[in-house]
């Protein structure tokens, strides 16, 4: 079985100040996929990335950065510079294996920026 | 707008009547998959199709509820004998297999409260 945990319910912080999300994930499987999804008050889940478990390069993408480390069995995200458009819930997720179509959620870290 | 739709965004209905929800994926993905979110955590994987046919039920489907995909472009998923433990947002997403992972792109969901 596979499991995504996001320790952190909540996260507040001031604009500009730097926030890390957790994600840590649990699978017996050699070939996953983990992905970042952010949800706004809209209630649409945006996708921000995408990782398989052979690439442990760090990505960075504008002030949005991933930390993922396979010994730790993490997959962090990082906002440098924090906005208060950042303010929204979190999502990490897990694709078992391959030929597996289906996303594991954690629970999400709620994000406030405060202005 | 070219991304996936869905209707209705809200829909409150009584206990014991059936409800039809509704998504229309992007035009060009062959994947379409449908979850649910309770309040406070993250999406829960109920079924998925390539095409018309439908490839994976989850166990939290139950027998009351069934999804369609009839000619491989939108879905219906139908609630019947609605309880109020069905109350949730009800989220669809599609993507494109192409032989690999590809990002699922989510609809903005459909909100039911069954009173």
């Known amino acids: 079985a596979q499991k995504v945990t996001q320790a952190q319910t909540e996260i507040s912080v001031v604009e500009k100040e730097d926030v890390t999300l957790d994600c840590v994930y649990e699978?017996?499987?050699?070939?996953?996929?983990l992905f970042w999804y952010k949800q706004p008050p809209s209630g649409e889940l945006v996708f921000l990335i995408r990782?398989?478990?052979?690439?442990?390069q760090n990505e960075i993408s504008g002030r949005y950065s991933w930390n993922f480390q396979k010994s730790t069995s993490s997959f962090n995200f990082t906002i440098t510079a924090s906005q208060v458009v950042d303010s929204a819930v979190y999502f990490c997720?897990?694709?078992?294996?391959?030929?597996?179509?289906?996303?594991?959620f954690g629970t999400g870290t709620r994000l406030t920026i405060i202005p | 707008d070219t991304g996936v739709s869905q209707n209705p965004r809200h829909k409150i209905t009584k206990r014991g009547q059936n409800v039809t929800f509704r998504c229309d994926p992007i035009s060009e993905h062959n994947r379409l998959y449908w979850y649910r979110q309770t309040l406070g955590q993250g999406p829960e994987f109920l079924t998925y199709f390539q095409n018309e046919a439908q490839l994976e039920k989850s166990r939290l489907l139950s027998d009351r509820f069934s999804a369609e995909r009839p000619k491989g472009s939108f879905s219906t998923l139908e609630i019947q004998r609605t309880e109020q433990g069905d109350s949730a947002m009800y989220l669809c997403?599609?993507?494109?297999?192409?032989?690999?992972?590809?990002?699922?792109?989510f609809g903005q969901g459909t909100r039911l409260t069954v009173v």
């Open positions: 997720a897990l694709i078992p294996g391959f030929g597996n179509e289906k996303l594991t």
């Open positions: 699978t017996r499987d050699t070939t996953y996929y």
């Open positions: 997403a599609s993507s494109n297999s192409l032989g690999r992972h590809t990002e699922a792109f």
């Open positions: 990782r398989n478990s052979f690439d442990e």
